[in-house]
């Protein structure tokens, strides 16, 4: 097996971080298969996300990572024809049981898309969009969650004076960080996150990296990228997809040092794109 | 579910029930007519109807020979008119696309679609009855054929817009001029689509009765001279129907129902060839 | 012509195609100026012998040689602002349904019903309004309690034609036409719009009002296309609402409008000025609608549209 010369961020040893590993995965997934019609889009999926740390899908053009990332808000429940075996659970919860109102699972598993989609309103107004649906209509509750969010999504400096103009002046990069202050408004549990880098420059991307690794203190973090070294760099586990099957998941740097799978391998030596 | 929540839920749940409410209520007068039309139309429907000329005032029986071929006589000279000027001015805006006239012409063929009826039938009136000093099927013809012109300008446009771009450029690389491009290549190419458009473009203005009302005018008698008054099936049931005459009424019915029949027909016809087409162009 | 772009003349290209195939596009503009000059024209001698007072008597009375038009105004605008309030809601409805709510084996047939609906000829709907609607709003007046009656908006006796039964055909008539525009406008809106909303924990209404908010500009539009469509309208008009030149607040009383006295008195008219008031009120309607169609395409492009607008007009079944 040879070395592979991906760089992976030294991670500071964290006391206790250890026995994180032994507490309640945030979701798991369990036989999970998904169907487009006749087409299987995934097939027999298990895997557990941790709590509180960014967990990475990679996988080449159409291995499924970003049908797995929707199957876990439910979106995909917005395309015709789609069949679902097999249980996800959020937090304990079962997703896909009858008694779950889907309108929940959204807030407590937020999403930011591949590309940025702000309203066509304010940056305020997009912001406070998720608290005022959920029912905050006092003016200062609103203030509040928005100033939050936007620091959260580190954001609110360069906007904070002009909260009032349209979403749609902002740079691509800074719209795809409104989206992240948008979906962080409602106060998520999860945050999954569709290649949101992939329209950016690398500063940009740079940026939202970084944002990703404060956040995961206090979210639990799932991203897509067909980014290699952005998985590398930014998150803790890695799961390898390939054609609707999850070939490898574990800890990040053992992935890219000794990958346990000889297809794993070949993809993160670049054998097959 | 909190208050707030069940709320929503109720509100989003009363929006979706309004909505396909709301289809319903456009289908039952869809409905409605269709089946008072054909109920009252199809009995009244025989060999006389298709046949014979109307009576005189009073009499019962007869029929609407002179208005159907009047119709199809007005339908025909509409499409002499509206069909070269409007394929050919598809083809302008649609090689040209950028150009300053390119815009008025997809403008104002907005525009006069939105003229209503009546005033284009004031405008022939004028130009094809007054220097006449009578009624005549040219005149009917003339006021149809500019409502079916911005039909087909724009969508000899569009269609002429989808013919991929590839078809083009294998022409022109063989040294042909952009004219011999466009009528051997791009048109062609195109041509199906376009004739299906001008089958339900006239199925649209043969049911169109005010522009008829004083251009075509009527005629009780057999004609199907262009330059006096002519029938047409829409202002033959027009006079019947405000008729006091029960048998008049009887026979507008049937005229409703041909004309319906007519539209359903083309209609149909055309959406069969357009899926027929799509199927062709698919890869 | 102009020689920006596309027409840049290459050697393989005459000088004969742009000028041909432009000279008969260029008779679209004239025809639209045509239609404007010859009805002024026409209409000069009432213009000149009444003025602006035409629009403010409300005196129409041909054999006396008053020409008052204000009753024409009143009844144009009252049918067609009541059938658009009717029609709007129900129109949005459908659209909302077809583009965001409706299962994808409903669709096509529904699409297919709707574009029936519109095709069906004014003169059908006149006639099924005549001997089905007329005797049905007559029996509503009927039964209009007492007290009601008092009302202005409902008094008068029930002969059924009115301006109720005008107003109902030209929702029915408007429905499929705002209803297609809308859906066009929606089918627009990226559909990244609603995955947000949804997202974000929104309920299917929400999302759909997202789409909504997005689409505004483009769904006014399609409202006053509508509006632009149901102004024009004549013959379904005519046989249902009276024909009667009088200004009344009641839904019940006969009344007239623009369209439906042109078609009406055009071939009795006999003098000249009575036939060139006819075309003044002509030329007036036919600027009414130029405006409102102008300013209709301008909200509707302004979402973004590449695909062509037809204004007035549903879009014919082949023009895909």
Not at chain 1, 40 to 45: D, Q, S
Not at chain 2, 158 to 173: F, H, I, K, Q, S
Not at chain 3, 98 to 125: G, K, M, N, W
């Amino acid at each position: 097996m040879t070395a592979v010369k991906i760089e992976t961020r030294a991670k500071p040893r964290v006391p206790g971080r250890d026995e994180a590993k032994a507490e309640e995965p945030m979701i798991l997934i369990e036989d999970l298969t998904l169907h487009y019609g006749d087409k299987p889009a995934l097939k027999g999926i298990s895997m557990q996300v941790p709590k509180n740390r960014v967990t990475a899908f990679i996988g080449p053009s159409g291995c499924g990572k970003t049908t797995l990332l929707r199957c876990l808000n439910r979106m995909n429940d917005l395309v015709d024809g789609v069949r679902i075996t097999g249980r996800i659970l959020v937090a304990g919860r079962d997703v896909y049981h009858g008694s779950m109102d889907v309108t929940e699972l959204r807030k407590r598993v937020g999403m930011v898309f591949q590309k940025s989609n702000p309203f066509p309103k304010s940056i305020y107004d997009n912001v406070a969009y998720g608290p005022r649906i959920l029912g905050t209509r006092s003016r200062a509750a609103l203030d509040q969650a928005v100033e939050r969010s936007l620091g959260s999504a580190a954001l609110w400096d360069e906007v904070k004076d002009r909260l009032h103009e349209s979403a749609l002046r902002l740079s691509g990069g800074q719209q795809q960080r409104l989206c992240i202050a948008r979906a962080l408004a409602v106060e998520p549990e999860v945050l999954l996150m569709d290649e949101p880098c992939s329209a950016l420059d690398p500063i940009a991307t740079a940026k939202i990296e970084e944002l990703m690794d404060e956040l995961k203190s206090r979210y639990t973090i799932v991203v897509v990228t067909h980014n290699m070294q952005q998985a590398a760099r930014a998150s803790d586990v890695t799961g390898f997809l390939l054609m609707g099957e999850l070939v490898e998941f574990g800890e990040t740097p053992k992935i890219f040092t000794t990958p346990g799978d000889r297809r794993t391998e070949d993809y993160i030596t670049g054998r097959f794109g | 579910m909190s208050w707030n929540r069940l709320r929503r839920k109720v509100v989003s749940g009363a929006v979706v029930a309004f909505c396909a409410a709301a289809v319903v209520l456009a289908l039952i007068p869809l409905g409605f007519i269709l089946f008072f039309v054909i109920g009252h139309g199809l009995p009244a429907l025989n060999a006389a109807f298709f046949t014979q000329m109307p009576k005189p005032v009073g009499e019962p029986g007869g029929g609407m020979a002179n208005a159907i071929a009047g119709t199809l006589i007005l339908i025909g000279l509409a499409a002499g008119i509206a069909v070269p000027i409007g394929i050919v001015s598809g083809i302008y805006v649609s090689e040209y696309r950028k150009t300053s006239l390119a815009s008025a012409v997809r403008f104002s063929a907005d525009i006069l679609n939105g003229v209503p009826s009546i005033v284009i039938g004031l405008f022939a009136y004028t130009t094809a009855v007054l220097p006449f000093q009578r009624f005549s099927a040219i005149a009917g013809g003339l006021a149809l054929g500019i409502m079916m012109i911005p039909l087909i300008v724009r969508m000899t446009e569009e269609l002429l817009n989808l013919v991929p771009p590839t078809l083009r450029d294998g022409a022109l690389a063989l040294g042909a001029t952009r004219a011999r491009a466009v009528f051997t290549v791009i048109l062609p190419a195109a041509l199906p689509g376009i004739l299906t458009g001008v089958l339900v473009a006239l199925a649209r203005i043969a049911g169109e009765t005010a522009p008829l009302l004083f251009t075509a005018f009527n005629n009780r008698f057999w004609s199907t001279r262009l330059d006096q008054p002519i029938a047409s099936l829409t202002v033959q049931v027009y006079t019947y129907a405000i008729s006091p005459y029960d048998d008049w009424h009887r026979q507008a019915w049937a005229g409703a129902t041909v004309l319906i029949g007519a539209i359903l027909t083309f209609s149909l016809l055309a959406r069969a060839m357009t899926r027929r087409l799509e199927r062709m162009h698919r890869p | 012509m102009s020689t920006t772009g596309p027409l840049r003349r290459s050697s393989g290209e005459g000088r004969l195609f742009p000028f041909l195939t432009g000279a008969a596009a260029v008779l679209v503009p004239c025809l639209v100026a045509g239609i404007a000059l010859v009805l002024w024209r026409e209409s000069l001698l009432s213009i000149r012998e009444f003025g602006f007072a035409f629009w403010r008597t409300s005196i129409w009375d041909p054999v006396a040689g008053q020409f008052g038009a204000l009753p024409f105004i009143w009844g144009t605008l009252y049918s067609s602002l009541l059938a658009l309030l009717l029609s709007a809601p129900v129109a949005l409805g459908i659209a909302i349904f077809l583009s965001d709510l409706s299962p994808h084996a409903l669709r096509q047939p529904l699409i297919f019903l709707t574009e029936l609906l519109a095709a069906i000829p004014s003169i059908v709907y006149g006639l099924w309004g005549i001997f089905v609607l007329v005797p049905l709003v007559r029996r509503l007046e009927i039964a209009t309690p007492a007290w009601l009656k008092g009302v202005p908006l409902f008094e008068g006796p029930p002969l059924g034609v009115g301006l109720l039964a005008a107003s109902l055909v030209l929702a029915v008539m408007m429905v499929p036409f705002t209803a297609s525009v809308a859906r066009e406008i929606l089918k627009a809106v990226p559909s990244a719009q609603r995955e947000g909303a949804y997202a974000l924990g929104a309920t299917r209404w929400e999302a759909i009002r997202m789409a909504l908010f997005y689409g505004r500009t483009g769904i006014i539009g399609a409202v006053m296309l509508g509006l632009g469509r149901a102004l024009g309208e004549t013959m379904a008009v005519t046989m249902l609402i009276g024909n009667n030149p009088r200004i009344s607040l009641s839904l019940f009383a006969p009344q007239y409008t623009m369209a439906a006295v042109i078609a009406n008195e055009f071939t009795e008219a006999a003098d000249p000025l009575y036939l060139d008031a006819l075309v003044e009120i002509g030329l007036v309607l036919f600027l009414i609608t130029v405006a409102i169609n102008a300013l209709s395409r301008v909200l509707v492009w302004r979402v973004g549209r590449e695909r062509t607008v037809r204004a007035g007009r549903p879009v014919p079944a082949a023009a895909v």
